[in-house]
Structures are given as structure tokens and as C-alpha cells.
């Protein structure tokens, strides 16, 4: 099974925090993940430590304002 996360407003703070220690401490195959899909901008991308189950990916709506990531959620 395969986990997406849409983390388009993770920013900073503590839900960026809050990310990359789930990310970092999930046992995947425990949880019946074969790998995990994380939506979001390239900052916040860049925060997450390299793992071949973990997917990055971005779209260069989510790099902007609040109203281009609403836009994105109601299209992707």
C-alpha cells in the first residue's frame, strides 16, 4: 500500500518538525506502507532525509502563496 501526504502547508515550525521525526521514525512495513508519496514545496522537501520508500514531490504551484496551494489541492 502506498501513504500519500499532502504537506503543501508545512512550513516551517512545528509541523515542519513534526514531519521529518515522522518520517524519520515511521517503520513502514509495520504499518503496511510500501513506500510513502510527500507533496509539498521544495523547501520543505529539502528538509527530509534521503529514503528510497519516501517519494518527493513538488509542483511549482506549492513553492508560491497560500491561494496557488488551494488552487493546487482543488486540482491534483
Given at each position: 500500500m502506498?501513504?500519500?501526504?499532502?504537506a503543501s502547508?508545512?512550513?516551517?515550525?512545528?509541523g515542519?518538525?513534526?514531519?521529518?521525526?515522522?518520517?524519520?521514525?515511521?517503520?513502514?512495513?509495520?504499518?503496511?506502507?510500501?513506500?510513502?508519496?510527500?507533496?509539498?514545496?521544495?523547501?520543505t522537501?529539502?528538509?527530509?532525509?534521503?529514503?528510497k520508500?519516501?517519494?518527493?514531490?513538488?509542483?511549482?504551484?506549492?513553492?508560491?502563496?497560500?491561494?496557488?496551494?488551494?488552487?493546487w489541492?482543488?486540482?491534483?
Open positions: 502506498i501513504l500519500g501526504i499532502d502547508n508545512v512550513r516551517a515550525g512545528g515542519l518538525t513534526y514531519l521529518i521525526e515522522l518520517l524519520n521514525n515511521a517503520t513502514l512495513e509495520r504499518c503496511g506502507f510500501n513506500k510513502i508519496i510527500v507533496w509539498s514545496s521544495t523547501f522537501l529539502a528538509n527530509i532525509n534521503e529514503n520508500k519516501i517519494i518527493k514531490q513538488n509542483h511549482a504551484l506549492l513553492n508560491r502563496s497560500l491561494i496557488y496551494r488551494i488552487l489541492q482543488n486540482i491534483y
